[in-house]
């Protein structure tokens, strides 16, 4: 039967047509506005819904209005949305760092205090439910012509083997020509190190003991004191440290190569932080050894996090110093060796390797450590993939671990070219890792090149995208005001209903337990197509509603009640109504994503059975395919309609590796 329009509508629409035959020669605005009565009719129709699904603006109320450049989905159903500074130079110099709770379920909103500008950090799920938090923003950058006073990295030396030393901000070196610059940050350097040697002479006789020290190294950014030329150099000499006296003066000193006027990036911090669901506050860890902005955080199958890459304290890209974190102790140890750009997208793989799409966020030349390809921790080996297209634009790009993620398939999506380069792709490619010899394959393009694409696994096995932008940050009002749905059994991608908000730039996109996925942020960089308006961040809230909410409800199924926590190739069972009706189950990862970037989420397919009155799921015993930590349980009938999800915890495996101190030691 066909659906018709109610008479309240029809009597707005021939309202509607009356004032268009009064205005049709000079009035535009009410055209548009008839347009838009029309579409709203149209998209609010059940017919549309269930095939194309829907959007809603969420209230958010001033107060909580925040640049959301972080989003994490917690297991107690909340979303964490990270600002910090939220790319706003004047909230950083008042130390005004923001984070916000939001509850889907009732829509309330909660201020979090946030102790430091977690601006640009990395973020990873932790066993227990707990969220690392890692890295952010010490310092803005200053761009080229702007810069007035030279700067940069000065290596602080220690002789001294029996104490370690600070300098506190503000600390000022001399160069050997009375020239003179101050210290930026605190500064630590460890006492130096000492060994007892001995030595033989020529006939093999036993020579005395000597002493051998090395001397400690840390390093802190540094500023000419005065604006002007005569701080610049490029020639190396030790600076010594104004204030100090008698061996001090002698055991502690700076190096420094180059000190110049060019343009100088972000600076990262090494804080690190948990923050507690429950308690619904940060709790200090210990921090990272580097600092890092724009960091990848990725878990381990034993539960430990593997921190990797980001901007230094100085504001070069960390040269391949990866750091471990251990949620038992709470402290860092030293990791692989490998350099990455910032924000590279790796994903955990089956067996324990680690999958470098190529996907980053930036920071780093065109020509250096961008190559796809697998990472084996335990002997520090990296293989190199091919098969790619348009590899020159792989920045800014989406990938995934397609659904299921027993399949081993991981997804590129778009991209675009380095830096602010006008070059977007509409290439997507995928790599199926059970193959004798993994190569990327190209698969169904995307309507259009886009950047800064949301992918967003869903229950039913399908990957909604949405939004992104043609040109970078926006530019020339190119933000892509369409989504779809990609079906990896089919290789094609299907029409979804278009979003209100366009997203480019620090933007994020995250499923809900309820099965809707919700979309936050977008920073352009300029607010109209000529490019004379600077833009404004995007502070609305926009959540979308797939088709399979719009389906029979009472079908719709439903888990009862069952356990929260399920070991590693355990059985786990839930009371569920109709469980006949139930033919698949999922564990989903919550999301933690920033810049296109989210390493959380999977799909894990269950084991299922079924009796008259309960379904029980049977979890993989692999933690390379789940690793340890909350998951979203999903139940979906033939045609994909999922029930609300259940959160049950995965227990970390009882062979894991024990917890070391010592440096880096593979995963269990």
């Keep these: 039967m066909a659906h018709r329009p109610s008479t309240r509508l029809k009597k707005t629409v021939l309202g509607t047509g009356a004032v268009l035959v009064l205005a049709a020669l000079n009035a535009p605005a009410t055209l548009s506005f008839a347009g838009d009565a029309y579409h709203a009719y149209k998209i609010g129709r059940p017919s549309y819904k269930i095939q194309y699904g829907?959007?809603?603006?969420?209230?958010?109320?001033?107060?909580?209005?925040?640049?959301?450049?972080?989003?994490?989905l917690l297991h107690t159903g909340k979303v964490l949305l990270i600002a910090g500074s939220g790319n706003n130079q004047r909230n950083f110099d008042k130390g005004t760092f923001d984070t916000i709770l939001w509850d889907p379920s009732d829509n309330t909103f909660k201020k979090i205090p946030t102790p430091e500008d977690f601006f640009c950090s990395g973020h990873a799920q932790l066993p227990d439910g707990r969220l690392l938090v890692a890295g952010g923003t010490a310092r803005y950058e200053v761009l080229d012509g702007k810069v007035t006073r030279a700067g940069g990295g000065m290596r602080v030396k220690n002789e001294n083997p029996d104490k370690a030393v600070t300098l506190k901000k503000g600390t000022r070196f001399r160069s050997p020509s009375g020239v003179e610059y101050v210290s930026r940050f605190d500064v630590t350097v460890p006492a130096a190190t000492r060994a007892f040697e001995i030595g033989y002479g020529r006939g093999g006789q036993m020579l005395p003991w000597h002493t051998k020290v090395t001397a400690a190294e840390a390093r802190v950014f540094v500023e000419a004191v005065r604006e002007g030329r005569e701080g610049l150099t490029t020639q190396a000499a030790q600076y010594a440290v104004v204030g100090l006296k008698g061996r001090d003066a002698d055991d502690v000193y700076g190096l420094a190569e180059r000190l110049s006027t060019v343009k100088q990036d972000f600076q990262g911090i090494k804080s690190a932080y948990e923050f507690d669901p429950r308690a619904e506050r940060y709790v200090p860890?210990?921090?990272?050894?580097?600092?890092?902005?724009?960091?990848?955080?990725?878990?381990?199958?034993?539960?430990?996090?593997?921190?990797?890459?980001?901007?230094?304290?100085?504001?070069?890209?960390?040269?391949?110093?990866n750091e471990i974190y251990d949620p038992q102790t709470r402290k860092w140890t030293k990791g692989p060796l490998h350099y990455f750009p910032t924000y590279p997208a790796l994903f955990l793989t089956q067996g324990g390797r680690l999958l470098f799409t190529g996907s980053n966020?930036?920071?780093?030349?065109?020509?250096?450590?961008?190559?796809?390809?697998?990472?084996?921790?335990?002997?520090?080996?990296?293989?190199?993939?091919?098969?790619?297209?348009?590899?020159?634009?792989?920045?800014?790009?989406?990938?995934?671990?397609?659904?299921?993620?027993?399949d081993q398939k991981v997804m590129v999506l778009g991209g675009g070219g380095v830096g602010e380069s006008k070059l977007s792709t509409g290439r997507t490619a995928v790599i199926d890792l059970k193959a004798d010899h993994p190569a990327f394959r190209t698969t169904a393009r995307l309507p259009q090149g886009t950047r800064y694409l949301s992918s967003v696994l869903?229950?039913?096995?399908?990957?909604?995208?949405?939004?992104?932008?043609?040109?970078?940050?926006?530019?020339?009002a190119s933000d892509i005001h369409k989504a779809q749905f990609y079906y990896p059994r089919s290789d094609s991608f299907v029409a979804a209903a278009d979003p209100v908000v366009g997203r480019d730039y620090h933007s994020e996109a995250l499923l809900l337990p309820d099965g809707r996925?919700?979309?936050?942020?977008?920073?352009?960089?300029?607010?109209?197509?000529?490019?004379?308006?600077l833009g404004r961040f995007e502070h609305r809230l926009e959540v979308y509603t797939p088709p399979y909410l719009y389906r029979d409800p009472k079908l719709r199924p439903v888990l009862g009640a069952g356990p929260d926590e399920v070991a590693p190739g355990g059985r786990a069972t839930f009371r569920a109504a109709r469980p006949e009706r139930i033919?698949?189950?999922?564990?989903?990862r919550p999301s933690a994503v920033t810049h296109s970037t989210d390493v959380e989420q999977r799909s894990v397919e269950l084991g299922l059975t079924r009796t008259k009155d309960a379904v029980t799921?049977?979890?993989?015993?692999?933690?390379?395919?789940?690793?340890?930590?909350?998951?979203?349980?999903?139940?979906?009938?033939?045609?994909?309609?999922?029930?609300?999800?259940?959160?049950?915890?995965?227990?970390?495996?009882?062979?894991?590796?024990?917890?070391?101190?010592?440096g880096w030691m593979p995963p269990g």
């Design 54 to 72: 829907s959007w809603d603006l969420i209230g958010l109320p001033e107060e909580y209005r925040i640049n959301a450049m972080h989003a994490a």
């Design 285 to 321: 860890v210990d921090p990272m050894k580097d600092a890092r902005w724009y960091p990848t955080l990725v878990g381990l199958q034993d539960g430990r996090v593997l921190a990797v890459s980001g901007l230094n304290d100085v504001g070069d890209v960390v040269p391949g110093d």
């Design 361 to 406: 966020a930036g920071y780093g030349p065109k020509n250096k450590g961008r190559a796809p390809g697998l990472w084996d921790l335990n002997t520090n080996t990296f293989t190199k993939v091919g098969g790619l297209t348009d590899t020159d634009q792989l920045e800014t790009s989406s990938s995934v671990l397609l659904p299921p993620a027993q």
């Design 458 to 476: 869903l229950p039913d096995d399908s990957v909604f995208t949405t939004g992104g932008s043609a040109d970078y940050r926006g530019r020339g």
């Design 517 to 533: 996925v919700a979309t936050f942020g977008s920073d352009p960089l300029f607010a109209d197509k000529d490019n004379t308006r």
């Design 583 to 588: 033919v698949r189950a999922r564990l989903m």
């Design 617 to 662: 799921v049977e979890v993989p015993g692999d933690p390379t395919l789940v690793p340890p930590g909350w998951y979203m349980l999903f139940a979906a009938d033939a045609d994909g309609t999922p029930s609300v999800a259940k959160w049950i915890r995965v227990t970390a495996p009882v062979t894991a590796t024990p917890t070391s101190d010592v």
